[in-house]
């Protein structure tokens, strides 16, 4: 099967006044007969202009996400003998930085020649989390390839993991459901969760497993062979800090093609489970269960719980500095 680069016509980044929201609202990709969709979903263009619909609830569309992505158990850690408390958000766990995370603040966006940075200051004690950490995300566009770096710097030793929380349907933003698209990820095994979906500390082999997706799967069949409910787990990538392959996804009816690539240690598949219509996006699109998939290049779940999981922590001096690689082509 032949690929070319799919030329990304169009990305649509948050926007206010002097300050924005530091995420990407829409990409736009040609399919194999130049028909050009949204691969995105987009729940937040409905609301207003004044941003108020970006502070309420809603599942992260777009949003980056920290200072720690994903779930913290109990909303507890402990550091150099201090115990610190978090915002509790999801159930009885933190969730993607707490209630007021980096997907609800101002970022100062900074123009560059093939894309945008976003900057902010988290300040001591922001939702729990010890020190002030300085973050940097940055945003560049060569052709069919999106790449998104992160960077901080903290001024006392904190955990930081941050992510993208972009939802895509390769078929087009408005199509039902993902069933159709095949994904493969690139890992050997995956964290077990328990009931509250925080990592039980197993790293299991994904042989001879649903999560085995080394080879292609078509997800609706998939889920139906395996009775599951869908993905919402971390994949645990090869240790590597350097550029590596990922994930891949293929829609077969459009042609489009997404391939990621990462410096980060997993990725959480996560298949829009909670997902429910509620939220209506572009031409009055609604967003079902299963309607969207995200991959999101992160450190694996409460690894500030878990010593043998790969390191989360920031100490002052220190740079946190990770990049994802999403690249659109059309087979």
Not at 77 to 88: M, N, R, S, V
Not at 279 to 286: I, M, P, R
Not at 290 to 318: I, M, R, Y
Request: glycine share 10%.
């Amino acid at each position: 099967m032949l690929e070319t680069d799919a030329v990304i016509r169009h990305i649509c980044f948050g926007a206010g006044a002097a300050t924005v929201f530091g995420l990407f609202k829409k990409i736009t990709i040609c399919d194999r007969s130049a028909k050009i969709n949204i691969l995105t979903l987009e729940g937040y263009l409905v609301y207003d202009q004044t941003m108020t619909g970006y502070l309420q609830k809603q599942p992260y569309f777009g949003a980056v996400v920290g200072r720690v992505a994903n779930r913290i158990a109990k909303g507890t850690f402990t550091l150099d003998g201090k115990e610190y408390q978090l915002a509790i958000n999801n159930g009885p766990n933190s969730l993607h930085g707490g209630v007021r995370g980096f997907d609800k603040v101002l970022w100062t966006p900074q123009v560059l020649s093939n894309g945008v940075e976003f900057s902010r200051v988290s300040p001591d004690g922001e939702e729990g989390y010890p020190g002030e950490l300085k973050v940097w995300v940055t945003y560049t566009l060569d052709g069919g390839e999106l790449v998104i770096n992160y960077r901080a710097q903290a001024s006392q030793t904190t955990p930081v993991n941050l992510t993208n929380h972009s939802y895509f349907n390769l078929a087009g933003q408005g199509s039902p459901n993902i069933y159709d698209h095949e994904v493969t990820i690139e890992a050997d095994a995956f964290l077990p969760v328990d009931e509250t979906l925080i990592p039980t500390g197993e790293v299991a082999p994904v042989q001879g497993t649903a999560f085995d997706l080394r080879k292609p799967v078509e997800l609706g069949k998939h889920l139906q062979e395996f009775h599951m409910n869908g993905f919402d787990h971390n994949f645990c990538l090869k240790g590597s800090k350097e550029k590596r392959f990922c994930a891949r996804v293929h829609h077969a009816g459009s042609g489009r093609v997404l391939e990621v690539y990462t410096t980060q240690p997993g990725v959480q598949f996560y298949t829009g489970n909670f997902l429910d219509g509620t939220l209506k996006g572009k031409s009055g699109a609604v967003y079902p269960k299963h309607s969207g998939f995200c991959l999101e290049t992160q450190n694996w779940p409460d690894a500030v719980n878990q010593p043998h999981f790969p390191p989360v922590l920031l100490k002052p001096g220190e740079e946190y500095d990770h990049t994802t690689w999403f690249k659109f082509s059309v087979a």
